[in-house]
């Protein structure tokens, strides 16, 4: 049985992104590679902008919902074992969503639409670091985090890392990116305990 319409535009949209790119990609491409029109597809999305949030919400590892999850109830884990898991999830996601969204930088007006289209629909790349931020503090309200703390900064190296390890290696190169796991559990231990002197001591 042939899948419902939305799902094969869905489909048909990562494959084309995750191959030529978000730019290069346009709506009658994906329509084509799905079996229906273009009306078709604009039944189900306005614009290639709500496609891609599409696509990064149900194509894509997920990691808002992991934070909002951890954000309203930590939980009894630890706390490394919730950033762990966290982490882990947002390298995937960084992972499989830069080379999609890569090639809109190399186009400044593209790029500003895209971003202005990001905006009107209350999303974008900062969200994970607010949610990530949000969970921190609940964490910090509930004593798991030093009271003098900077969150935000916490959440942007935490993310950061993860995105610029989707930058800085090619999988196929000559200095492939670290394993997933051995990565995560590094970045939040390096995290929790500082890199001064002492740190490792409560500091």
């Known amino acids: 049985m042939q899948k419902p319409a939305r799902e094969r535009i869905l489909d048909a949209a990562h494959q084309l992104m995750r191959t030529i790119g978000l730019a290069r990609t ?34 894509l590892p997920q990691l808002a919902p992991l934070i909002h999850r951890l954000a309203e109830d930590p ?13 882990h999830a947002a390298a995937r996601f960084y992972d499989e969503s830069f080379p999609i969204a890569a090639s809109l930088y190399a186009e400044t007006r593209l790029r500003d639409r895209h971003v202005a289209a990001m905006r009107d629909m209350g999303t974008g790349p900062h969200m994970p670091i607010m949610g990530l931020d949000d969970y921190l503090r609940a964490e910090q309200r509930a004593g798991r985090i030093a009271a003098g703390v900077d969150t935000f900064a916490a959440a942007s190296l935490l993310l950061g890392a993860c995105a610029q390890r989707a930058f800085a290696y090619d999988e196929d190169g000559p200095q492939p990116p670290p394993p997933v796991q051995g990565f995560a559990e590094a970045l939040v231990r390096t995290l929790l305990r500082g890199i001064a002197p002492g740190s490792d001591q409560g500091r």
């Open 26 to 59: 346009t709506t009658k491409e994906i329509a084509k590679a799905a079996g229906c029109s273009e009306a078709a597809l604009y039944k189900h999305f306005a614009s290639k902008e709500e496609l891609f949030v599409g696509v990064l919400k149900e194509r």
């Open 75 to 87: 939980g009894e884990r630890s706390l490394e074992e919730n950033l762990v898991e966290i982490t």
